[in-house]
C-alpha cells in the first residue's frame, strides 16, 4: 500500500532551486508532524527538516537558511523548497513522518551540478 508519494527531483546546477512535493494518499496528515529525509550515495538517510501540524519547523544544520518546509493550507501537501542548491545537496530525497510511521516512498533524486 502506497503511503507516500514524492516529486519534484531533477538535475540542477549549483545555486539553483527546486521544490518537492508530498503527499500521503492513505493517510490524513494533517495532524502529523511531517519530514523531509535524504539519502546521499554511500551515507545514511538523514533528517534535514520537519514540520509540525501548526507549522513550527526545524532544520539540519546543513540545510538551514537555504531549504524552508511548508504544508497547503488543505494540511495534504507538504512542500520543500530548495535554494542555493549545493553539489553535496545531491541525493535521494523522502517524505515520511519525523519519527517515520509510514512506509517509505520511493523517493525523489535531486542531482546538483554543472
Known amino acids: 500500500q502506497v503511503q507516500v508519494v514524492e516529486s519534484g527531483g531533477g538535475l540542477v546546477q549549483p545555486g539553483g532551486s527546486l521544490r518537492l512535493s508530498c503527499t500521503t494518499p492513505?493517510?490524513?496528515?494533517?495532524?502529523?508532524?511531517m519530514g523531509w529525509f535524504r539519502q546521499a550515495p554511500g551515507k545514511e538517510r538523514e533528517l534535514i527538516a520537519a514540520?509540525?501540524?501548526?507549522?513550527?519547523?526545524d532544520y539540519a544544520d546543513s540545510v538551514k537558511g537555504r531549504f524552508t518546509i511548508s504544508r497547503d493550507y488543505t494540511g495534504n501537501w507538504v512542500y520543500l523548497q530548495m535554494d542555493s542548491l549545493k553539489p553535496e545537496d545531491t541525493a535521494v530525497y523522502y517524505c515520511?513522518?519525523?519519527?517515520?510511521?509510514?512506509?517509505w516512498g520511493k523517493g525523489t533524486l535531486v542531482t546538483v551540478s554543472s
Open positions: 515520511n513522518t519525523k519519527t517515520v510511521g509510514l512506509l
Open positions: 492513505n493517510r490524513d496528515p494533517r495532524y502529523l508532524t
Open positions: 514540520i509540525t501540524s501548526i507549522g513550527a519547523t
